[in-house]
Every structure is written in C-alpha cells, then in structure tokens.
C-alpha cells in the first residue's frame, strides 16, 4: 500500500445532516481529499426549495428519504426513495419536494462530459452485480451500488451499506489509496445505535479508532478502513468514492487487502459479475 501520513483530526466530520436547505460538509477545501466533495440536501415544510450550478463537478444525488424533484436545466425528474440521478458539470440543479426529502450530494470536478442518468432503485435491486449480500459470519452486509458501472462517469461511486446486527463491514480489511478516495456518512442509526470505525496505514498503529453515529462522516483519504457494529444493532453507512485518475481509475472492488486477512479474497467478488 502506498504510504500516506493520515491526520486523524481531519477525518472525522460529526452531524453532518443536521441542517435545512443544502449544506456542503466536506470538500477538497476543508479537508485532506483532492477531488472528493460531500454535501446534503434536507428539504421539509420549512424549506421546501433549493438551486445550485454544478459548476466543473459532476454531481450525484441519493435520495435516502422522502421524494422530490430534481430540475436540471429545466427538465423535470421525479426521485422516490433510494432513486438516484447524476447530474452533468455545467448544470443548473432546482430540488423540490412537497413533503420532504433528504438527499446526499456526492461531486468531484472532471473534465470530461457525461450523459444526465436517472438510477431506479427497482432496477438496482434486480441486478445481482448491483445489489448482494457479502460477507459471512459475524461480517454480513447488504450492498446496494447506485452509482457505479451501471452509470457513465468520470470519478464517482456511491451507494450504501447496511450490516446485521453486531457485525463487521468493511471486511476483510481493504484499502484502495492509490486509485480512489473514499467517505463513509452514517444512516438509519438511531440513539442508541452506534459503531466503531477504524482508518488505519499501519496496524499496529491505527490513526483512527471512534464511535460514530447518525449523521457523522469518516474520510478515508488513504488507508484500510474495517467497521463494526454495536451488539444488537446495525451499522448502516453511505459510501462515496472518487477516482484519482479520471475514468481509469473509476473501479468498484479494485482493492488490496490487509495482509493476513486475504486467504478468501476481498468479499466484493460479485460486484464485477457484470
């Protein structure tokens, strides 16, 4: 793996949904990452309106609760529950709703050009390369990919994670540093739900050992990064990646595993199923 000193105060962002209207928690402007941004849009009967340009970033959004529309450059798209849409560089975003939604927002600046593309969570759920259950004992999870070799871009991934309760994700231990940078955002963890994250270059040594919650968010500029849930409860986590190498370097699963736990591969086999 390659070597990258790691800050531990400048990994962890704590309650980053906490906000109304759009918030932008984490950027190459606040932090150690060089393409990857993160923000959140929380929409109720007190705000139920935002706009934004993408400017030079192509722009994912998840929409993890609620429904909305989502107007790009005057073109209306409706979003329900774990839908997602990307949206092009050089785009004017409005996002309404009549209830309320929330939505994370996953952006990285890319030079190329790349086709507006709405992801239905029904379609994703009936591709096994997109949607599966990893792991084994003590380690399950569920994998849904929104954003991955079903969509057409330059550097981004997202999609989310939930464990069973009491286990581990994020396992065996991986880490990608040279080809993408990664965050994790927490969901669906009500008090007293929590986890324990690691982010870590040397084992012996681990720069990062926290509990985390609902609404936090773990950087993962570098390093192998395992999770564990509490007892009783689950760890649920929206991953977002973003390719150092534009286009080349966007792979999902392309990971090294920590030495000593790579008898039985990487657990992310069936994402290349495609």
């Known amino acids: 793996m390659a070597t990258q000193t790691l800050d531990p105060k400048r990994l962890f962002f ?7 209207g759009r918030a932008i928690a984490v950027s190459p402007q606040n932090s150690d990452f060089s393409h990857l941004s993160y923000g959140r849009i929380r929409l109720t009967d007190d705000v139920k309106h935002v706009e934004f340009e ?13 429904a909305c529309s989502v107007r790009v450059n005057g073109m209306p798209h409706e979003l329900a529950c774990y839908d997602a849409i990307y949206v092009p560089r050089n785009s004017s975003v409005q996002v309404s709703t009549t209830d309320h939604v929330d939505l994370v927002e996953c952006a990285a600046v890319v030079e190329g050009d790349y086709p507006l593309q709405v992801i239905r969570y029904a379609d994703v759920e009936k591709d096994s390369a ?7 004992t003590a380690t399950s999870r569920d994998l849904n990919i929104l954003i991955g070799e079903n969509v057409k871009a330059g550097r981004i991934l997202a999609g989310f994670t939930r464990s069973l309760p009491g286990n581990w994700t994020s396992w065996p231990p991986h880490e990608h540093t040279a080809m993408l940078e990664e965050i994790y955002v927490y969901f669906d963890m009500p008090a007293p739900a929590f986890g324990i994250q690691l982010v870590y270059t040397n084992p012996q040594e681990p720069e990062f050992v926290s509990l985390v919650r609902d609404g936090d968010a773990v950087l993962m500029p570098a390093g192998y990064h395992p999770n564990v849930a509490a007892p009783g409860h689950s760890i649920n986590f929206i991953w977002m990646m973003a390719a150092h190498r534009e286009g080349q370097d966007r792979k999902f699963g392309a990971v ?9 591969g990487s657990g992310l086999e069936q994402s290349q199923q495609r």
């Open 14 to 20: 704590s309650n980053t949904a906490a906000k109304l």
């Open 54 to 66: 993408t400017e030079q970033r192509e722009t994912a959004l998840l929409c993890m609760h609620g």
């Open 130 to 136: 997109l949607r599966f259950r990893a792991g084994g």
């Open 256 to 264: 090294n595993v920590q030495p000593g736990f790579d008898q039985a």
